[in-house]
């Protein structure tokens, strides 16, 4: 197995801690001294950067969030002047402003080197030809992929998103052999391949690089018996750099994170208090090495746990597992925390189940209700009551021992849940 930069992937443990220490004392002295926000939340914390002596002590500083950025919207928490800029995103911003980031050259250079480690961990070589399908543009997805493609050495295809047909299409005839996409877009792809009379087998495609959204094991293995690839997970987010910052290698055991570049916490989203290792929780970001848009304690509101194993890939760094959604996704159901992705491992594990669903979360009276919409395959079973009805009751049982509460299974027709170019729309909670 390739490994891009071996020295950062294959570090000593003790060696990685120190190289955090280093570059988080010099973060957090560049931030103090250049970023308002920062200075008055240490200051009103009673923290100077010298308090911090330890990765211990990193516990004492007080955590970065959405809102703080938007407060600062849309340069305030640049930590260099505006003209050392050389990149500007934004990110998805679901409600009100969206955040604003920057690069500096070196950022850039920095960020196309983590991506191409997590490519490179996927399998992908300057032998490959990679078909993104991220939309272009203040989305950080598509431009971070692309130059991690071109730092490798691998023929790019800047497609961008949606055109389905088309995009299958440049598949076949430009020979792509990775895909770049949402995994939902994947389905999305195979669903209309099969729809073309196109026989995936035909084609070249060997990985899939997926990001950007939440997704099952049940997920990986449909995506991958439909397209016939290795589908693998990546992460990252525009508040701390884009894509890059953590992604599976070939074994496909959790997504092993840039620790010369990330300090990865997890916290309970709760009451924010550090957890031990192995802990599921929200996952706390602080970076190591940017420069324009350094982020301390960055909460991400993503639901994950790390696992410190030495992996057998041989590298070092500590490895997140897939995101079980977000913590602003969590749905509290009669008192119970559920996220949509334990519902999907559910599912993909009963015969049938097709991989769109829907959650609809309301109340009857004071009690919270949960219906699970499923859409099942052409052929199955809708003439024979009782078959479906052990269908139903099969799939009820076993959420309710998985997540302890119960839900009423809904069967909905074939393709009656809507299909979206980027991400799936999951949830629909009418408490709201
Ligand atoms: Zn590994």
Redesign the pocket.
Known sequence: MQIWDPQHECMPREEIAQLQLERLQATLNRVYKNVTCYRNKFNAAGIVPEDVQSLADLAKLPFTTKEDLRLNYPYGMFAVPLREVVRIHSSSGTTGKPTVVGYTKNDLKVWSNLVARFMT?AGVTSDDVVQIAFGYGLFTGAFGLHYGSELIGASVIPFGAGNTEKQIMIMQDYRTTALVSTPSYAITVAEHMEKMGVDPKSLLLKVGLFGGEPWSEGLRRDIESRLGITATDNYGLSEVIGPGVAGE?L?K?GM?ISEDAFLAEIIDPETCETLPPGSVGELVLTSLTKEAFPMVRYRTRDITSLDYSA???G?TTV?MSKTMGRSDDMLIIKGVNVYPSQIEDVLFAVEGCQPHYQLVVDKQGAMDTLEIRIEVTENIFFDEMRKQKEFLDNVARRIHSVLGVGASVKLVEPKSIPRVEGKAIRVIDKRK
């Open positions: 961990a290698c074994c055991c092993h992996c057998d890939c590298r490895r």
